[in-house]
């Protein structure tokens, strides 16, 4: 099982980047595929989170009506849209995949991680 993200990098504070997650080895039509986040110094913690089948999305307070994520079924791909990004924003975000029964807001429930990709947000 593979999880691999790209679209990281420097963006000054109010500015827009999209992040991809492509997955591969097994299916995840029982799963949540989403984004936690790891910033220096600090614990992971969930960002934003997509059940597979159905589509429902789940998102962190601090996040919420600036980040999209979204899928492409076809690409077996997650996608999570930040805008308005803000310094606070700077961390390393992490592709996760949740099976069902595993709370999908906690990274003890993940069944799979990706390697991170760096998100810097400059003031």
């Known amino acids: 099982v593979q999880l691999v993200e790209s679209g990281g990098g420097l963006v000054q504070a109010g500015g827009s980047l999209r992040l991809s997650c492509a997955a591969s080895?097994?299916?995840?039509?029982?799963?949540?595929m989403g984004w936690f986040r790891q910033a220096p110094g600090k614990e992971r913690e969930f960002v934003a989170t997509l059940i597979w089948s159905g589509g429902t999305a789940y998102y962190s307070d601090s996040i919420k009506g600036r980040f999209t994520i979204s899928r492409d079924n076809a690409k077996n791909t997650v996608y999570l849209q930040m805008n308005s990004l803000k310094p606070e924003d700077t961390a390393v975000y992490y592709c996760a995949a949740t099976p069902w029964g595993s709370p999908y807001t906690s990274s003890r429930g993940v069944g799979y991680w990706g390697k991170g990709t760096l998100v810097t947000v400059s003031s």
């Open positions: 080895g097994r299916s995840f039509s029982n799963y949540a």
